[in-house]
Structure formats: C-alpha cells, structure tokens
C-alpha cells in the first residue's frame, strides 16, 4: 500500500515537471518583457523577495550620520546609476524605465521611505532577480552603498543644500528624456 501511494506521488512529480518542462519549451510562458505576468509569477517573486530580505538584509539603523554631505553624496549616486530608470524628482518615467519588465517604481512618487535601511541597502547591494534593477554590491563600495541608502531613506524630507542639488538632477533627467 505505502510503495503504491509513493510510486502515485513520484510519477504525478514527474507528470507536473514534464508538462512544466514542455510548456516552457512550446513558448507558453511568456519571455516578452511587455507581457503581463502571471499571477503565480507575481507570488513567486514577491514570496522568494520577502523571504530573502527577512533572512539576508542588514538590521539597524545606517552606519552613516543622516547630514548634508552623505545626503548630496547619495543624490549624485543616484543621479549616477539610478535615475535613468527610477526618475528624478518630477517621477516622469524614462524611455528605459517604459520598456523594463517589471515596472521601476518612480522613487519620487512611489519611494522606500518607509523600508528599513537594511532593506534598502540590500536591494541596492544585491538587485533584485528577475527585474531590471541591477547589483551595485560589486560597482560601488559599502560606503557608497549606505549613502545611496540614506538618500533613499530620506529623499522627501531633504535639508536645503540636498535639495537644491535634487532639483538639479530633475532638470537635468526632464531635459534628456
């Protein structure tokens, strides 16, 4: 009865990953980057992100002092490597961003704000699989990593001298794209 009941389960494991296996080689899953994507491919990802960050991310607070110099550090950082995708202060959305599977938040708009520093440190340092957002882990270095983070943590609420130099990424990024 029991060698029955496993050789049941083993042979629909090897039915289900059979038909996974030809569906994906007939093109059935989509590999176009403008495709709407699945209901088990959105849980998937969010599950696996979520799982990852709660295991892997930095707990605290950001090992940098929250002041100008970090700030306008992490604002050229961004202008640098983040903006073509994740937009300036407008949130207008770059071509670049337009034709990304998935969609880039527009960090203006829709910000990290309320994210832990590690969360947010970690999705910079890391990427994010299976999106468009790239690992800076290896371009920049962890203090370049955490000032792009504290101006992340704080883009909403700059001080001035930050700000100005935000407003001057937005005319530049609005110019260009």
């Not at 989509?30 to 088990?40: Q, T, Y």
């Not at 707990?59 to 306008?72: E, F, R, S, T, V």
């Not at 910000?111 to 832990?116: A, C, K, N, S, T």
């Not at 999705?123 to 955490?146: E, N």
């Amino acid at each position: 009865m029991a060698r029955g009941v496993v050789l049941g389960v083993v042979a629909t494991l090897v039915i289900l990953g059979l038909g996974a296996y030809l569906g994906l080689k007939a093109g059935l899953m989509p590999a176009n980057a403008d495709g709407k994507p699945s209901r088990l491919e959105r849980w998937a990802a969010r599950t696996s992100l979520h799982a990852t960050l709660a295991r892997e991310a930095p707990k605290g607070p950001n090992p940098l002092p929250l002041d100008d110099a970090g700030l306008i550090a992490g604002i050229k950082l961004y202008a640098a490597n983040c903006a073509v995708c994740h937009g300036a202060s407008d949130a207008r959305a770059s071509n670049v961003a337009l034709g990304l599977y998935q969609k880039p938040p527009q960090l203006a708009k829709d910000g990290v704000e309320d994210d832990p520093d590690g969360v947010i440190y970690w999705k910079v340092a890391h990427g994010i699989r299976l999106t468009g957002m790239p690992a800076f882990g290896k371009a920049l270095d962890d203090r370049q990593l955490w000032q792009l983070t504290l101006f992340l943590k704080h883009m909403d609420g700059l001080p001035p001298a930050p700000q100005r130099v935000w407003k001057a990424v937005k005319s530049e990024a609005t110019r260009s794209s």
